[in-house]
């Protein structure tokens, strides 16, 4: 069912993927998108979650519902990560099923793949090697929610599919100064250096490393054409056991390009410097988007553009984040 009247669960609406749903949903014309808050409804509660599907009668859900956080929270709470992320997934997953619900999208993330996976990650690399240490356990959850859509789908004939995007950033990103990742705190440094008057901003590591970024927007659409692609579509590009879909933009950057993007998207005249004393980390990660190019879906909004939309929401929101 693809209808614009369809009842669709959108889990995880005030997040940065989440809004960005809701907000394309409503652009092409859907009428009827359901949310909750997390005080309304907590979806590590089995039952909560049986109970709030068996009321709705949804037609669709989105499962953009998630923990996450940053090296530093995934390594003091692993714990947290891997059961919260599993909790969530299996009580959705398994609550649309009892309910008859057909169409489901999860949204995982590019760290299921090895960290030492051939660039760049296809589908296929999927379970061929070890993990980055630092966010195991969320990527084991990411895995497992894959799973859980391709075992509903082999065993009751449901169509549970699953997208992986690569390094997201845009409107409702977290621009905390010490948990946020590298676009939004890049964000936060050079505005507040620029207001500052700094002279000179210093960047950590050599610039050299090279990452794929990709526009919230651009994903929200991307998971949408996923959902309402036909089946057979679906079917002859992918299998019933590597099923999920990469999302990205196919092009990467250095992070010393991204670096000096940001500073003339933000207005900065000052010198930039690079500690190269500090750790660069995987020297490359860029998503293979063949499979979601075949099925008819690219990219549009490029690296600079996206940036100016999320400084400029930066910008209106600033006051608001500062007293967070």
Not at 170 to 177: A, K, L, R, V
Not at 279 to 301: A, Y
Request: glycine residues 8%; aromatic residues 8%; charged residues 20%.
């Amino acid at each position: 069912m693809t209808g614009l009247n369809n009842k669709i669960y959108v889990a995880g609406h005030r997040g940065m993927v989440g809004s960005a749903l809701v907000r394309q949903l409503k652009a092409n014309g859907y009428t009827h998108i359901v949310t909750r808050t997390r005080s309304e409804l907590d979806l590590t509660n089995q039952q909560a979650v049986a109970d709030f599907f068996k009321s709705e009668k949804i037609d669709q859900v989105y499962l953009a519902a998630a923990k996450v956080g940053g090296i530093v929270a995934n390594n003091i709470y692993p714990a947290d990560f891997i059961y919260e992320n599993l909790m969530i997934q299996s009580n959705i997953i398994h609550s649309a099923h009892a309910n008859d619900i057909q169409k489901l999208l999860f949204l995982g993330s590019s760290c299921i793949y090895p960290k030492l996976a051939p660039q760049p990650m296809k589908e296929s690399a999927l379970l061929t090697g070890y993990l980055e240490e630092t966010n195991e356990p969320y990527a084991i959850a990411k895995i497992a929610g894959i799973k859980l859509c391709e075992s509903y789908n082999r065993q009751y004939g449901r169509d549970y599919r699953s997208v992986m995007p690569t390094n997201l950033y845009g409107p409702n990103d977290n621009f905390h100064p010490e948990n946020s990742h590298v676009i939004p705190a890049l964000i936060r440094r050079f505005h507040e250096a620029k207001i500052n008057g700094d002279k000179e901003v210093i960047a950590w590591g050599s610039g050299k490393p090279m990452r794929e970024f990709l526009y919230v927007d651009d994903m929200a659409a991307a998971s949408i054409h996923v959902m309402n692609l036909d089946s057979t579509i679906y079917a002859e590009n992918t299998k019933p056991m590597l099923s999920h879909i990469n999302v990205g933009t196919g092009v990467d950057c250095t992070i010393r390009e991204l670096v000096q993007t940001v500073a003339r998207v933000v207005g900065y005249k000052g010198t930039i410097g690079f500690d190269a004393s500090k750790p660069d980390g995987t020297p490359r990660k860029l998503m293979n988007v063949d499979r979601l190019n075949s099925m008819g879906w690219c990219s549009s909004i490029h690296l600079e553009a996206g940036l100016n939309m999320t400084y400029q929401w930066f910008i209106n929101n600033e006051l608001e984040m500062r007293s967070a």
